[in-house]
């Protein structure tokens, strides 16, 4: 009997009804598809299907019709009103539009605190006067860079050769920071051989010319005390305004300004900014020692000044371009001829035209 087939016609005929309807559903199809294909199948019932089958099922058929009608009915709702459509629009704009009097907040911007005044001493040459020019400059700062740069100047004319004009007057400014015992020894004493302290120094120095086409610098340097709270380029960085509106300066005075709008102009220049607590060194900066205890790591807390301590001996020398040079003391003659030529940057200067003239 297990090899027995079956072969009751309700039995083949109900069994791909099952299947079909569990494939179906398996596959996701809808309850509305199998309505749907329900007459079609009903329409050829085979001999011995049981009396009523065929009008249950046609039955079935047309209710699941009248339902699939309904939900498309639903599903295909008639067309929009086209001017209710643009009024809904017009509404939906307006609600997302700004309303007409909002005010925006501007942007809130860091403010920085005002700059203090400060004594800017200039000293060198420059194309108006016929000799060396010094205003707002003690003599404690000026004869230690005079001393340093009237033999600078001619030992680099004698390394540079028959180059010396065409690199002097094409060079451009360069920013300085000298530490407070750079001018140590016999820079330290005036024209009467008193010592002196020449302190920290900050500031320009470009190359120019007298009247007479003697080629010299001309220096413009913070000339007070607050200098020496100024802190060393590396330390942190340095008030690139501050050195810009010095650059300004140089080259609107070798341009010819008229000497009373110059020392004008000199008496209105501010300080650099001063990071917060450069105050603070005042003392340590006199002492020269530092002492510090605590939970923390005091190595970190003393790191900063005493790298200030530290970089007295040394200067540092820059330009905006890129140009970049620190040494122990002052430049020489062959440091000072390779940053008058080789040591330029790549870049311009921000500064406009801050070689100024060309001299005779």
Same mark, same amino acid.
């Given at each position: 009997?297990?090899?027995?087939?079956?072969?009751?016609?309700?039995?083949?005929? @109900? $069994? =791909?009804?099952? !299947?079909?309807?569990?494939? /179906? *559903? +398996?596959?996701?199809?809808?309850?509305? %598809? #199998?309505?749907?294909?329900?007459?079609?199948?009903?329409?050829?019932?085979?001999?011995?299907?049981?009396?009523?089958?065929?009008?249950?099922?046609?039955?079935?058929?047309?209710?699941?019709?009248?339902?699939?009608?309904?939900?498309?009915?639903?599903?295909?709702? @008639? $067309? =929009?009103?086209? !001017?209710?459509?643009?009024? /809904? *629009? +017009?509404?939906?704009?307006?609600?997302? %539009? #700004?309303?007409?009097?909002?005010?925006?907040?501007?942007?809130?911007?860091?403010?920085?605190?005002?700059?203090?005044?400060?004594?800017?001493?200039?000293?060198?040459?420059?194309?108006?006067?016929?000799?060396?020019?010094?205003?707002?400059?003690?003599?404690?700062?000026?004869? =230690?860079?005079? !001393?340093?740069?009237?033999?600078?100047?001619?030992?680099?004319?004698?390394?540079?050769?028959?180059?010396?004009?065409?690199?002097?007057?094409?060079?451009?400014?360069?920013?300085?920071?000298?530490?407070?015992?750079?001018?140590?020894?016999?820079?330290?004493?005036?024209?009467?051989?008193?010592?002196?302290?020449?302190?920290?120094?900050?500031?320009?120095?470009?190359?120019?010319?007298?009247?007479?086409?003697?080629?010299?610098?001309?220096?413009?340097?913070?000339?007070?005390?607050?200098?020496?709270?100024?802190?060393?380029?590396?330390?942190?960085?340095?008030?690139?305004?501050?050195?810009?509106?010095?650059?300004?300066?140089?080259?609107?005075?070798?341009?010819?300004?008229?000497?009373?709008?110059?020392?004008?102009?000199?008496?209105?220049?501010?300080?650099?900014?001063?990071?917060?607590?450069?105050?603070?060194?005042?003392?340590?900066?006199?002492?020269?020692?530092?002492?510090?205890?605590?939970?923390?790591?005091?190595?970190?807390?003393?790191?900063?000044?005493?790298?200030?301590?530290?970089?007295?001996?040394?200067?540092?020398?820059?330009?905006?371009?890129?140009?970049?040079?620190?040494?122990?003391?002052?430049?020489?003659?062959?440091?000072?001829?390779?940053?008058?030529?080789?040591?330029?940057?790549?870049?311009?200067?921000?500064?406009?035209?801050?070689?100024?003239?060309?001299?005779?």
């Amino acid at each position: 009997m297990g090899d027995e087939k079956n072969t009751d016609p309700r039995a083949e005929n @109900a $069994a =791909p009804t099952e !299947d079909t309807a569990t494939d /179906d *559903t +398996a596959a996701g199809a809808t309850p509305l %598809a #199998d309505a749907q294909s329900a007459p079609d199948d009903a329409e050829a019932p085979e001999q011995g299907t049981p009396p009523g089958t065929q009008e249950d099922v046609g039955n079935a058929g047309s209710e699941a019709t009248s339902n699939a009608h309904a939900e498309e009915s639903d599903d295909d709702p @008639a $067309a =929009p009103d086209p !001017d209710l459509l643009a009024q /809904d *629009t +017009a509404e939906t704009d307006a609600e997302q %539009a #700004d309303p007409p009097d909002a005010v925006v907040d501007p942007p809130i911007e860091a403010t920085l605190p005002p700059r203090a005044s400060a004594q800017v001493g200039l000293f060198g040459k420059l194309p108006m006067r016929g000799d060396f020019i010094t205003r707002q400059m003690p003599n404690t700062l000026s004869r =230690p860079f005079e !001393d340093w740069l009237i033999p600078l100047v001619q030992d680099t004319r004698a390394t540079l050769g028959a180059d010396w004009s065409r690199i002097w007057h094409s060079a451009g400014a360069w920013n300085f920071w000298l530490g407070a015992d750079v001018f140590q020894g016999n820079w330290h004493k005036d024209m009467h051989g008193r010592s002196g302290s020449a302190g920290a120094s900050v500031g320009v120095l470009q190359p120019s010319a007298d009247k007479h086409g003697r080629d010299f610098p001309i220096v413009l340097l913070l000339a007070d005390g607050q200098s020496r709270l100024v802190p060393p380029p590396v330390v942190t960085p340095p008030d690139a305004e501050w050195y810009a509106m010095c650059r300004q300066f140089l080259h609107s005075a070798r341009a010819g300004q008229d000497i009373a709008e110059l020392e004008t102009a000199l008496a209105n220049l501010p300080a650099p900014r001063l990071p917060a607590g450069a105050e603070e060194m005042a003392p340590l900066l006199e002492s020269r020692a530092l002492w510090a205890e605590g939970s923390g790591d005091v190595w970190n807390d003393i790191a900063r000044a005493d790298h200030q301590l530290a970089g007295g001996s040394r200067s540092y020398w820059w330009q905006d371009g890129g140009s970049v040079l620190s040494l122990v003391g002052l430049p020489d003659a062959d440091t000072f001829a390779f940053m008058l030529s080789q040591g330029q940057p790549t870049l311009p200067d921000p500064t406009p035209d801050d070689h100024g003239p060309a001299f005779q």
